[in-house]
């Protein structure tokens, strides 16, 4: 036994396993993920697995042969010998990612043969999910795929081992003998026997009832009809789940207990893969219908909590309203907090907040309109009910026995006026009058509503007309009761029509209002859950049980059905259940399912085709002109004609792939399984309605085309189109109410009264309660979302998902289709000719554009109907208020700017706005919120809120920290907050405001640190006294023992002032690390010498802390030391390790000058006192920063910075070389390819030496890996839709003007090419370029005519590296300097014409040069390439060292430094800079710990290697000029432009078609014009200028010491003119904003196919005779690859600038703020607007120059738009966008 035990020991930590000898076997790899990672790393289960995998119980896998049956197993396939999953002990449990790859060999022999299928069984105790298997080298077959994606439990759980097949497609009669037993019995164990409750792990797909929505048991109130089964109440049927019945009624299923609602019964595949987020939405949305209601009941109905005014309503969405402290109390005993607030938005548990609805982001009025009414029934939420009107009066279809006379009372009279001139006959036979019908569906139970329930409700018909302009108008709105005498006697009506003043605007406002109560409620109830829910469901359970995985028509439908069940399953649990969140927020209340049963019964299957509803609700008509032989009656309809084209791109993918499949009917009529499928759909699935006459027969391949249609359309786009509209149009209750609670107000009425003296109070009494709309409104939040890991329309989750060529050459039909279909929504929104796309509202009708984003998009079409499916990553995110644009609503008595609201003057807003992002754990991006504060009993009390962020949230809850705080609170030391006055001095206190009565945080102790939020808000009361006057400022003293970071303070009713708020944004660290407590200030703005005088010492005294003043060269920073000092660039080396890591310091010297970098203090180097040292690597993210300029870590940060120093040294070159031995080649570019499609594998040794040094979680980020074997990334957008455009001449040169670095190309002005290098130095460096080598090439000019003509350009790479070849050559890199001819060619671009490529002169100065000319054949071609891949080395490390590093990085930060330093944050230079330099600070220190330190990734991955930095410093020294980082300068120096008056920006380019040029003048020009226009605000002539005693000491500081080394330089602003203020802020701000993203966030898109962009060369040009040219001529792809840079330092460089290229979640964009109370004057704010409109013209002008054919640079042969210098953007990988800053 223990000798086994050993073995066994043995072979799960190595992986080996004895087998008999066999000499046949292949590989293969498993990718699964285990329980422990799903469940939260369930560590008893990972434990238990580990021990069994000891005793031998493993996982075990065998093939099945699909060619040789065995005859004694009943002819089933043969079954090859067990393999089991190795290294299953020894695979690290990853934290932060799913996947872990397992290796498997097989034995194999022929009787195997080609392997059809896998049988596997789990010996764990734990079940895992399996996502693929992939098999290598099969014999015969190469590589075999088969996709799982399922649950695999312990064997112990099934009957029969689990079977996977092929991802091969086959009919039922085309299966492979051996393969059909498996296929069939597969089937039969998913269909189960229908007997008793079904476990987790059950795979039983079976029908039943509605029957389990009311829960008898707990009394009759919770009773409901059972649903299907009757001709009563048909229904479709739902997933069974085999429960108990319920003791009051066995005909009712019970229902599960609340806790365990997660665990409902659904097959396990077809439940959530459950992170944790999702687990938080199922209990808030429990918690809110089980424990929340009987206290709403108890809180809110006696007594409504009423909105008072549509303020309040819009509070939900700016400052939140409050929750009574009782209710919050009592549901607190039974619901975690945590879990509260994902729906309860919270500073505190006090506030309910949630995000702005589309609806009235733009316009917060435009839904009251008439139009706009009309046009959501076009183009809203829900745009499916409207019909042509084809009778006048509107009729009824109700029984005239049941219902008596229910004819519509409109008559001609009431629209006659309105009808544009025509008659009522002339309009509708000119399809000109539209009805939105709600009367016969509502009327049956609108007494029972109205009697039963707290709704008051009217059965409604509206009529609209048809304006020439395209629009609708209503024209009147009927709204009825039925009589009071009884049903049979009919109804009573009333008609209201459109009014604009008085009482009657207000009656139709509220008319329009029960209009949409009833539209919401069909949306919900019909629209949505019944037409694509529940229908669905029984789609999804018969292709289950009827249709094998490997059947077409499985394959086909499969991805629609993901999700469905289990949300529906939720939904029966929490949404539409007794008494659940529907019942509770929609006006039927307890009759809402049963009045969708009565709606199903006239439920059609093939009218949910799209033509076909269109054409019976007369919105379309048969016409064969027509696109798709399709007319709309409305033209512009937006859901109908993006709808065709969905519908019909659907249907030609559906025709294609069944027409590759069936190529006759013959074969659809004898597919068994289909026939079953089909039959068991309609007789079961649909079972009520199984004998209607309208279910297509299935017979012919045309009826499986048009049913497969409707499905995937169902499913798909009407799911879409109908539920993630929720939020953007109904999260504004107002707009879309759900209920009404009391009828109109009748004349003489004291509800008629209150409609003429308080129309908007008597308008929030009809509609929605105040606790329904914020429930209401929480969960059409939830449901309108798109998960971060959505699979849209036209797309799979995986690659592999059929074997079939055709049938993926259909599908990539269709997903381009879906492309063109989305351009052609984009150009229609534009249309201004089409008015109902937009609206007043301003909401493009974007619910049918095919993709979306993650979060509250109102665009995107997923695969499947899905409400909902969340993933929380349990990570540390950055916590940021979100961007907002500087017109947002501020407060109550905002005024209008642009159509925008603007914080008023009287607004008094506090800030100190040095900012740093904290770290937290959050379910969601934390925003910054306003809270409301009950107004203040006595008039000497101000009552105030702190937000803040506890240190133990903000670090992991830190429970020490958390427990000290606790007692330092209990010992009476507390956080203390004193405000001080703006106007009242204190001569006994030097003049300072005076400082009121200290006042303390309350309830410390007892407030729960939340998990799932960031923020704790605490009370806070001050005592006021009039010698206090108007607060200017405030104090803070932290006592406890840990710092936090604080948000916001917020004073109620402040004398004279009212409300007055704090934006803070510190990190406040306890008292005794300061000499000072701290101070904040109001977010007023003054010059220096207009400060008010209570404020003055406190502001200077500021400055000084800041600056250190008191510990200048006193020793190394602490993190709560606020200081900004400078310092050399001296810790690049590390002279203690040895002489090859010393480095020169850079900066003070002329030898090698350099821009100032932040203080630190450390000590000096033992071998060098001059250089300081650098931190041990494991601190590298702790190197000083002022702390409120650290990083607020996403947990990407951490990822970022520990993968990146975990490469740079542990990857390091000389430690692989002693590793490896070798350093691995890419032997093809096929190899290269790999990176991004299978990857590349890594050696053993090395991945075990990398294991050993650092986690697994943090080389995963750059090693994106199964298991860690393979490295993977994102394809580059350069190949991404031509693979070999990047090798073209237009492509390499349209780069220099549209690539990475398109900022070096310069105008040539002589010829030959010249060198201003010093002849007595280097020799005669004169270019060897003759007017042989490009006299041909020129279209007929001469080379002085091509000169003169502006049509010669270079790219010179020669002076600048010359000097340093000899060096760099002498290490493994082989070099040349480099010049590059190109000519503008007629059509714009430019063409290379000669490469010159030179070395230092090895007998002495001078060079030797060698002439490069295209060619196109031959040997010749291949050296050309070369030639080309030395200019883009040069090109890449310029840019990096150059363009990138030095240029922004490095320059703006001596910046950074002196504006902290010398400029207060309230000197209005400083609010406008200060944005600007958001992490460039961190980003520097943190680079010179890992990327340009000595060894680090830039030395590692760029050619000059250990000279980089020392290049950088000479090119600082020889190149940079402040008043040239101009960008209009810029062009004119390098020739690129020339000063023109009568042209944009004053500047001329010379090459028109120069994208970096063009756009980056549009977006210098917005920035000067805002800078203009801000400067000149405050400073109104130069003499203010020049005696503003801060900004002369901030620009004289910057100069002197910031840029000290080129203090001397005469061409420096001398800062006396408001000119001169206004060029050098633009500089700033361009250089830190649209330079750096162009030149950055090209990186990977770019040079992310590395032989695009390669970094390094390795050996010089083949010469004739040499064996490298001998393998140039024969394998020049080998030749290439072993030239540039090699495999692992391309790994390096691709991962570190794929890295670089992110935008994060929480970017920060030009022309955006952090904060929305940054300032109080007006006029700044409006510039501020309009800076940011120009922006957003900037924008839309790229994009359509991006979409000119005639700008052929804009695109290039690489297909590749140009959007480097797209002021917004997306969080990711995405090529575009302008951050603030310096930022990454």
């Known amino acids: 036994m223990l000798h086994n035990l050993a073995h066994n020991l043995l072979d799960a930590v190595t992986g080996h396993h004895h087998n008999g000898g066999s000499t046949k076997q292949f590989t293969g790899t498993v990718v699964l993920m285990k329980k422990n990672v799903l469940d939260f790393n369930d560590f008893n289960a990972s434990v238990l697995d580990r021990v069994h995998e000891l005793v031998g119980q493993r996982v075990s896998l065998q093939l099945i042969s699909a060619v040789n049956a065995d005859s004694e197993n009943g002819l089933k396939g043969k079954l090859g010998k067990p393999a089991y999953l190795e290294d299953w002990i020894s695979t690290i449990t990853p934290l932060t990612a799913g996947d872990s790859a397992y290796k498997v060999t097989f034995d194999w022999d022929d009787e195997i043969g080609v392997p059809g299928a896998i049988l596997i069984k789990n010996n764990h105790h734990s079940q895992f999910y399996l996502k693929t298997i992939t098999l290598e080298n099969v014999p015969g077959e190469g590589t075999v795929h088969f996709v799982c994606n399922s649950w695999v439990y312990p064997a112990e759980k099934y009957t029969k081992d689990r079977i996977f097949f092929v991802n091969k497609t086959y009919l039922p009669s085309d299966t492979p003998l051996p393969l059909q037993q498996y296929r069939q019995e597969e089937l039969v164990h998913l269909r189960g026997d229908g007997k008793g409750e079904l476990q987790e792990y059950d795979r039983v797909y079976d029908y039943a009832y509605y029957n389990d929505l009311g829960n008898p048991d707990k009394g009759s109130d919770y009773a409901r009809q059972t649903l299907g089964g009757t001709s009563e109440y048909p229904y479709p049927r739902r997933g069974r789940t085999g429960r108990a019945p319920t003791e009051s009624d066995p005909s009712s299923e019970s229902r599960i207990p609340l806790l365990m609602s997660l665990d409902i019964y659904v097959p396990r595949d077809e439940r959530f893969g459950h992170l944790k987020m999702s687990d938080f939405l199922a209990y808030a949305l429990k918690s809110i219908a089980q424990f929340i209601r009987p206290e709403l009941e108890a809180l809110f109905d006696p007594t409504p909590n009423e909105f008072d005014s549509f303020e309040d309503v819009l509070k939900l969405y700016e400052g939140g309203i409050e929750v009574p402290e009782g209710f919050l109390k009592d549901i607190g005993d039974n619901i975690p907090l945590e879990m509260i607030k994902e729906i309860f938005r919270t500073d505190g548990a006090q506030f309910l907040k949630f995000p702005t609805p589309q609806v009235i982001k733009e316009n917060r009025l435009a839904w009251r309109t008439d139009e706009e009414f009309a046009r959501e029934m076009l183009a809203g939420v829900n745009p499916v009910n409207i019909s042509l009107l084809q009778t006048f009066p509107p009729v009824s279809t109700l029984d005239v026995n049941v219902y008596g006379d229910q004819s519509s009372t409109i008559t001609e009279e009431h629209i006659k006026n309105y009808l544009d001139g025509l008659t009522v006959e002339e309009a509708l036979k000119s399809n000109k009058l539209f009805l939105l019908d709600h009367h016969d569906a509502l009327m049956p139970y609108v007494r029972r509503i109205n009697s039963n329930t707290s709704s008051k409700i009217y059965a409604s018909r509206t009529l609209l007309f048809l304006k020439s302009d395209g629009t609708l108008k209503p024209l009147v709105i009927e709204l009825s009761l039925p009589h009071p005498d009884g049903d049979e006697h009919g109804r009573t009506s009333s008609v209201f029509t459109p009014a604009e ?36 469901e029984p789609v999804v359970i018969a292709t289950n049980r009827q249709l094998s995985v490997v059947h077409p028509i499985y394959k086909l439908l499969h991805p629609h059905f993901r999700d469905t069940m289990n949300m529906n399953a939720l939904a029966r649990q929490i949404l539409i259940n007794a008494g659940g969140i529907l019942e509770t927020t929609v006006f039927p209340g307890r009759y809402a399912m049963e009045m969708s049963s009565i709606v199903y019964k006239k439920w059609v299957f093939p009218e949910q085709a799209l033509p076909a509803d269109l054409i019976k609700r007369g919105m379309a008509v048969k016409d064969e002109s027509a696109p798709h032989g399709l007319r709309l009656v409305i033209e512009d309809y937006p859901y109908g004609a993006d709808g065709l084209k969905i519908w019909f791109a659907i249907r030609n993918w559906v025709e294609d792939y069944c027409s590759f499949y069936y190529k006759s009917d013959n074969i659809v009529q004898k597919d068994t399984e289909l026939q079953s499928w089909w039959k068991e759909l309609v007789e079961q699935g649909h079972g009520d309605k199984k004998d209607e006459p309208w279910w297509p027969k299935m017979q012919t391949r045309e009826e499986l085309i048009e049913a497969c249609t409707i499905i995937i359309w169902t499913s798909s786009a009407l799911h879409a189109a109908v539920n993630f509209g929720q939020y953007p149009y109904a999260g504004y209750l107002p707009c879309r109410p759900t209920v009404s609670r009391r009828f109109m107000p009748e004349k003489g009425t004291p509800e008629y009264d209150e409609l003429e003296s308080n129309p908007d109070k008597a308008f929030l009494k009809t509609i929605t309660a105040q606790f329904q709309t914020v429930l209401g409104i929480a969960l059409i939040e939830i449901l309108s979302r798109h998960s971060t890991d959505e699979v849209y329309l036209g ?42 796309r937009v609206g007043k509202v301003e909401v493009p009708y974007t619910l049918l554009y095919p993709t979306g984003e993650s979060g509250i998009a109102g665009k995107g079409i997923p695969n499947s109907t899905k409400m909902l499916h969340f993933k929380f990553h349990q990570t540390l995110i950055r916590t940021k208020p979100p961007p907002c644009p500087l017109g947002a609503r501020l407060s109550s008595s905002a005024v209008a700017v642009n159509g925008k609201l603007l914080v008023p003057a009287g607004f008094v807003s506090m800030t100190n706005v040095r900012r740093s992002r904290p770290l937290t754990v959050s379910a969601t991006s934390s925003s910054q919120s306003t809270t409301t504060i009950d107004p203040p009993s ?18 992991l809850n830190d429970l020490g920290a958390s427990f000290k705080d606790r007692v330092h609170e209990l010992l009476g030391k507390a956080v203390s907050l004193r405000l001080v006055s703006a106007v009242n001095t204190d001569p006994a206190n030097g003049n300072r405001g005076k400082v009121g009565k200290a006042a303390y945080l309350e309830n410390w102790i007892g407030k729960v640190t939340p998990l799932t939020a960031a923020e704790c808000a605490f009370k806070v009361n001050f005592d006021w006294v009039e010698k206090i006057g108007v607060p200017g400022a405030f104090i803070i003293r932290n006592e406890h023992a840990s710092e936090f970071y604080l948000k ?76 900004y000092d400078y310092a050399y660039y001296n810790d690049l080396g590390s002279p203690d390790k040895g002489e090859k890591y010393a480095r020169p310091i850079l900066g003070g010297s002329a030898k090698f000058p350099y821009p100032r970098r932040g203080r630190t203090g450390r000590a000096a180097n033992l071998k060098d006192p001059k250089s300081e040292r650098p931190l041990p690597l494991v601190k590298g993210l702790f190197v000083y920063v002022p702390r409120d300029e650290k990083f607020g ?15 740079s040294q542990i990857l390091k070159p000389d430690e692989l070389a002693t590793l490896l031995g070798h350093q691995k080649e890419f032997d093809s570019l096929e190899d290269v390819l790999k990176l991004y499609e299978g990857g590349v594998e890594l050696p053993e040794g090395l991945l075990k030496f990398v294991r050993s040094t650092t986690p697994a979680e943090t080389v995963k980020e750059l090693f994106r890996t199964d298991g860690e074997r393979l490295l993977k990334f994102p394809v580059p957008q350069v190949i991404k839709e031509d693979k070999s455009a990047w090798r073209t001449d237009e492509e390499f040169a349209r780069e220099m003007l549209a690539g990475l670095n398109p900022v070096s190309i310069c105008r040539l002005q002589e010829f030959p090419p010249a060198s201003k290098l010093d002849p007595h130095v280097y020799g005669d460096q004169t270019s060897k370029i003759t007017k042989e080598h490009i006299a041909d090439k020129l279209d007929g000019l001469s080379i002085d005519e091509a000169i003169n003509k502006n049509k010669l350009f270079i790219l010179d790479h020669h002076d600048s590296l010359m000097p340093y070849l000899e060096r760099i050559n002498s290490t493994s890199v082989k070099g040349y300097a480099s010049r590059t001819l190109l000519f503008l ?34 040997v010749e071609s291949h050296i050309w390439q ?86 950088s410093s000479v090119m600082y020294k020889n190149s940079w000029v402040f008043p040239e980082q101009a960008l209009p300068k810029d062009l004119i120096k390098r020739g690129m432009a020339v000063e023109d008056s009568s042209a944009s920006h004053g500047v001329r380019l010379l090459v028109e078609d120069y994208p970096y040029a063009a756009d980056g003048l549009e977006i210098w020009s917005a920035i000067r014009t805002w800078v203009e226009e801000y400067c000149s605000f405050y400073f109104k002539t130069d003499e203010v200028v020049q005696k503003d005693s801060e900004l002369q000491s901030w620009w004289k500081e910057l100069r002197e010491e910031g840029h000290g080394d080129k203090k001397d330089e005469p061409w420096w602003p001398k800062m006396q003119t408001v000119e001169e203020l206004i060029e050098s802020c633009t500089i700033i701000i361009w250089t830190a904003s649209a330079y750096h993203a162009a030149i950055n966030f090209g990186q990977y898109p770019y040079g992310g196919y590395p032989a695009n962009r390669p970094s390094i060369s390795r050996r010089f040009m083949p010469k004739i005779g040499t064996p490298e040219y001998e393998q140039l001529k024969k394998n020049p792809e080998k030749a290439f690859l072993e030239t540039v840079t090699p495999q692992l330092q391309t790994l390096l460089g691709m991962a570190s600038i794929e890295i670089l290229s992110r935008h994060s979640a929480d970017e920060i964009y030009l022309g955006q703020r952090e904060s929305q109370e940054w300032t109080a004057d007006i006029k700044v704010l409006e510039a501020s607007e309009n800076f940011r409109s120009k922006l957003k013209a900037v924008g839309e002008r790229v994009t359509k120059m991006n979409k000119d054919d005639k700008l052929k640079n804009r695109t290039g042969p690489a297909k590749m738009p140009y959007t480097l210098l797209y002021p917004t953007s997306e969080p990711g990988l995405t090529g575009k966008g302008i951050p603030n800053s310096v930022s990454i």
């Open 1426 to 1511: 070369l030639a080309k891949a030395y200019v883009a080395i040069n090109d890449s490390g310029y840019h990096q060292l150059v363009s990138h590093w030095l240029r922004t990085h490095a320059v703006i930060e001596p910046v950074i430094i002196a504006t902290n330093r010398q400029l207060s944050a309230l000197h209005p230079i400083y609010k406008l800079l200060h944005p600007h330099f958001r992490d460039t600070m961190n980003v520097n220190a943190v680079a010179r710990q890992i990327l340009i330190n000595a060894g680090g990734v830039l030395e590692n991955t760029v050619f000059p290697a250990k000279y980089s930095m020392e290049w």
């Open 501 to 536: 003043e008085g009482v009657e605007s207000s009656i139709w406002q509220l008319a329009k209002a029960y209009v949409a109560v009833n539209d919401s409620g069909v949306h919900q109830l019909i629209s949505h859950w019944l037409n694509t829910h529940a229908v669905c």
């Open 938 to 955: 006595d008039a000497n009390n101000i009552k105030g809120t702190v937000v803040l962020m506890k240190k133990n949230l903000l670090e």
């Open 795 to 836: 797309q799979r989750d995986t690659p592999n998902w059929t074997a079939d060529a055709e049938a993926l050459q259909a599908f990539n039909r269709f997903g381009k289709k879906l492309a063109e279909i989305e351009e052609k929504i984009t150009n229609m929104n534009n249309d201004e000719n089409l008015k109902n």
């Open 1385 to 1418: 060619k007629n059509d714009g671009t430019l063409k290379p014409l000669a490469i010159e490529l030179s070395l230092p002169n090895p007998g002495g100065v001078g060079c030797t040069s060698e002439v490069y000319t295209p060619a196109s054949q031959g």
């Open 1048 to 1123: 916001s303070l917020t004073l109620e009713n402040v004398p004279g002032k009212g409300r007055v708020h704090f934006d803070c944004n510190s990190w406040v660290y306890p008292a005794d690390k300061y000499k000072k407590d701290r101070v904040f200030f109001t977010n007023k703005t003054y010059l220096s010498s207009e400060t008010p005088v209570g404020l003055k010492k406190f502001r200077e005294e500021e400055l000084v802390t800041l600056r250190g003043d008191d510990v200048v060269g006193k020793g190394e920073l602490q993190e709560w030391d606020r200081v």
């Open 1193 to 1207: 870590h996403l947990k990407m940060s951490d990822l970022i910075a520990y993968a990146l120093k975990s490469i």
